[in-house]
């Protein structure tokens, strides 16, 4: 349902010019490494609320106006954004709340409905100042509870208080954790008061949005928000995983041979101390009286690998949920995920084994603020030598970093031990960057930039995006160029991480579900359903939209040919945690790979990459129990993939749909395979 004129028109002439006196907060947004990436101005006058935001980091980023006239309760009554999205795309969304009518416009949704209870509308692309204001309305909330429109509901609680000092002032902040948006808590500081409004958002190893001249006070704010989030993820950890204490033996269930990738007849597999110790066809230990899991009917297969994620304290509960035992940090604050290596080695943190690769950026405008960001080339060995000290086995090169340092510095790092890979620097061509020394690349654009950029294109900006959206679907296969490139990546043994799930977004229109997630959106919170059908490219008309999803098309396309011409694939995400693998086989599937050789690449050549086959990635005798329990055939039906009933990983168990019910996930399967215990006594062990 569209709009009325006759509201847009109300819209339109209900805000007066925010008068001179209003009051103001100003905040800055600095990255982890405390280069400033934006701002956030607040103009308020009664009712009335004005915002500036802008925020820029890695060549992208919002910019959006805001006008809003809240109710008494502390909700909007009428609200618009306008502005450009984080990849440039038009952001132009409105509401209005007229006696109980709600009606909403965005680019991506139309709607209106009558309501019975005041609440708090809920934008698709919005500054911290709705965070805010929700902190505003829940303070005034009978309940401690705050209805989202147009579905959802939020509630917060203070985790801790300080009271700031910054020369004569005095400011007492207290710690809100906000539930109801997302799959995980919202940590938002707040001032105290009759009145509260946030203070500052800190994002863990990202960014910090704090209100001008407080800066100083971001340490102390940061520890402590640190040590709540510890204490909220312990609790966690304690109540989904559930330890295995003694051996333990799956019955009767078939194997995936993720070497040979098909699946066997039906076996048992005992389990002991962390590891497989027993393999026998089915129904073969029958003197074993001990714990005991039923597979009739399902099947297992070695825990998945996700060789592209970019990991926060939270991640592990979504990649474990999905079967993902062992995740691949593609980049991040160093300081970070060294903290999730030792909570989670320490099992205060729920999350699967991590093999962290090491980032290595320039410094330009367009830079990403994550890992080492380095100006020479013995900026960039001190680098390779700090994660090598560090244990890091990879390398990853990003955008910004000099191409004429790419040789040498592989060079070092291959010395070490380690393999190279990333992004194509700018200005560099995929073939220069092997023949410089990379072992990899990651996503699909950065295979398709070869046949489309030159020398001279700058792909630290956007353009690295525009130009495959634009070009793919023109090139040739068949071509004499594309065939020596393929060669070239076979001969080199070079592997591609093609994150084809998060490359969806360069054809996805505004009001269209994002593919990926298209089957499964209805088990996700209704903000997330909604974000689904919001497009972040600029695609003004159907020409474009053609274009771009013909090039789409060509990349899911080319994916498969690179399978079949022998080039290695790891299956890597770079998008929703978990939940996103599952799509990316999905699409392996679509590009003509057989179901079972996707679930090879997401297991077998996920370790082969990582050099960690000799203790994962296959089921086999004293290999880790990094197992996953399926409800039903992935290598006939890729879709089952997401019923898995049990995860088994460091000497746990974990049942996925306790992990999503604490997510606000409906599960995909009723229940796990609760294990049935036996007496114990007089046990013989097949070993």
């Known amino acids: 349902m569209l709009f009325s004129r006759n509201v847009l028109l109300t819209l339109l002439l209900i805000w007066v010019p925010v008068l001179a006196n209003s009051a103001e907060v100003e905040y800055v947004i600095l990255l982890e490494n405390g280069a400033k990436a934006g701002h956030q101005i607040v103009k308020r006058h009664g009712n009335k609320v004005e915002v500036d935001f802008d925020f820029k980091e890695n060549g992208r980023g919002p910019t959006?106006?805001?006008?809003?006239?809240?109710?008494?309760?502390?909700?909007?009554?009428?609200?618009?954004?306008?502005?450009?999205?984080?990849?440039?795309?038009?952001?132009?969304?409105?509401?209005?709340?007229?006696?109980?009518?709600?009606?909403?416009?965005?680019?991506?949704?139309?709607?209106?409905?009558?309501?019975?209870?005041?609440?708090?509308?809920?934008?698709?692309?919005?500054?911290?100042?709705?965070?805010?204001?929700?902190?505003?309305?829940?303070?005034?909330?009978?309940?401690?509870?705050?209805?989202?429109?147009?579905?959802?509901?939020?509630?917060?609680?203070?985790?801790?208080?300080?009271t700031l000092t910054?020369?004569?002032?005095?400011?007492?902040?207290?710690?809100?954790?906000?539930?109801?948006?997302?799959?995980?808590?919202?940590?938002?500081?707040?001032?105290?008061?009759?009145?509260?409004?946030?203070?500052?958002?800190?994002?863990?190893?990202?960014?910090?949005?704090?209100?001008?001249?407080?800066?100083?006070?971001?340490?102390?704010?940061?520890?402590?928000?640190?040590?709540?989030?510890?204490?909220?993820?312990?609790?966690?950890?304690?109540?989904?995983?559930?330890?295995?204490?003694?051996?333990?033996?799956?019955?009767?269930?078939?194997?995936?041979?993720?070497?040979?990738?098909?699946?066997?007849?039906?076996?048992?597999?005992?389990?002991?101390?962390?590891?497989?110790?027993?393999?026998?066809?089915?129904?073969?230990?029958?003197?074993?009286k001990g714990d005991t899991i039923d597979g009739t009917g399902k099947t297992l297969l070695p825990g998945l690998f996700d060789m592209h994620t970019h990991i926060n304290k939270w991640s592990g509960l979504y990649h474990l949920s999905a079967g993902v035992t062992t995740v691949r940090d593609m980049g991040n604050s160093n300081t970070e995920v060294q903290e999730i290596i030792r909570d989670s080695r320490n099992d205060r943190l729920l999350f699967p084994?991590?093999?962290?690769?090491?980032?290595?950026?320039?410094?330009?405008?367009?830079?990403?603020?994550?890992?080492i960001m380095i100006e020479t080339l013995e900026q960039a060995k001190e680098a390779v030598d700090w994660y090598a000290e560090h244990g890091y086995r990879h390398i990853k090169i990003y955008s910004s970093f000099p191409k004429e340092f790419v040789k040498e510095t592989s060079a070092y790092a291959h010395d070490k031990g380690m393999t190279v890979g990333g992004h194509v620097p700018g200005f560099m061509k995929a073939d220069e960057?092997?023949?410089?020394?990379?072992?990899?690349?990651?996503?699909?654009?950065?295979?398709?930039?070869?046949?489309?950029?030159?020398?001279?294109?700058?792909?630290r900006t956007l353009e690295r995006f525009y130009l495959p959206a634009e070009q793919t679907g023109s090139i040739d296969f068949d071509s004499q160029e594309v065939r020596e490139f393929i060669k070239l990546l076979k001969d080199k043994e070079i592997t591609i991480d093609p994150t084809l799930s998060a490359f969806d977004f360069i054809k996805q229109q505004d009001g269209e579900m994002a593919d990926p997630f298209a089957s499964i959106a209805e088990h996700l919170p209704p903000d997330l359903q909604r974000s689904f059908k919001t497009g972040t490219m600029n695609i003004p008309d159907t020409a474009t939209a053609n274009r771009?999803?013909?090039?789409?098309?060509?990349?899911?396309?080319?994916?498969?040919?690179?399978?079949?011409?022998?080039?290695?694939?790891?299956?890597?995400?770079?998008?929703?945690?978990?939940?996103?693998?599952?799509?990316?086989?999905?699409?392996?599937?679509?590009?003509?790979?057989?179901?079972?050789?996707?679930?090879?690449?997401?297991?077998?050549?996920?370790?082969?990459?990582?050099?960690?086959?000799?203790?994962?990635?296959?089921?086999?005798?004293?290999?880790?129990a990094d197992l996953i329990i399926i409800d039903g055939d992935p290598t006939t039906n890729i879709e089952d993939i997401r019923k898995i009933s049990t995860v088994i990983t460091n000497g746990k168990k974990i049942y996925p749909h306790e992990l999503h019910i604490a997510l606000g996930v409906k599960p995909f399967v009723s229940d796990g395979i609760r294990i049935a215990a036996q007496p114990t006594t007089n046990r013989q062990l097949n070993k």
């Open 548 to 624: 771009y999803k013909n090039s789409y098309n060509k990349m899911v396309e080319l994916v498969g040919l690179l399978h079949q011409n022998g080039v290695t694939l790891v299956a890597g995400t770079d998008t929703l945690a978990g939940f996103g693998l599952h799509s990316e086989l999905e699409l392996y599937v679509k590009a003509g790979i057989s179901p079972a050789k996707a679930l090879q690449i997401a297991t077998w050549s996920g370790a082969k990459v990582t050099n960690t086959l000799h203790d994962r990635g296959t089921i086999e005798v004293n290999k880790l």
């Open 353 to 371: 084994h991590i093999i962290p690769a090491g980032f290595i950026e320039g410094k330009s405008e367009y830079a990403s603020s994550d890992g």
């Open 433 to 459: 960057a092997i023949n410089s020394g990379f072992n990899e690349l990651n996503h699909v654009n950065q295979v398709v930039l070869n046949f489309l950029a030159s020398n001279e294109t700058d792909t």
């Open 64 to 162: 959006l106006k805001e006008k809003i006239i809240l109710a008494s309760d502390g909700t909007m009554k009428h609200y618009r954004v306008s502005g450009t999205s984080e990849m440039g795309g038009e952001v132009n969304e409105s509401f209005v709340n007229k006696n109980n009518l709600i009606q909403w416009h965005s680019n991506s949704e139309d709607g209106s409905r009558n309501i019975n209870r005041s609440g708090f509308y809920l934008p698709m692309n919005s500054s911290w100042e709705v965070n805010s204001l929700m902190i505003g309305a829940l303070s005034k909330s009978k309940n401690n509870y705050l209805p989202l429109l147009p579905s959802g509901g939020l509630k917060q609680e203070v985790l801790d208080e300080i």
């Open 166 to 288: 910054k020369g004569l002032h005095q400011q007492k902040v207290k710690l809100m954790m906000q539930v109801g948006i997302g799959l995980k808590p919202d940590f938002i500081w707040a001032t105290s008061g009759k009145n509260p409004r946030l203070f500052a958002a800190i994002i863990p190893g990202y960014s910090y949005l704090v209100e001008k001249g407080w800066e100083e006070n971001l340490t102390v704010l940061s520890e402590k928000q640190n040590l709540a989030n510890q204490r909220v993820l312990f609790q966690k950890a304690q109540q989904l995983q559930h330890p295995i204490y003694r051996p333990f033996l799956i019955k009767n269930i078939r194997l995936f041979d993720s070497k040979n990738a098909f699946l066997t007849e039906p076996h048992d597999v005992l389990i002991e101390d962390k590891r497989i110790v027993n393999i026998t066809p089915a129904n073969s230990l029958l003197e074993f």
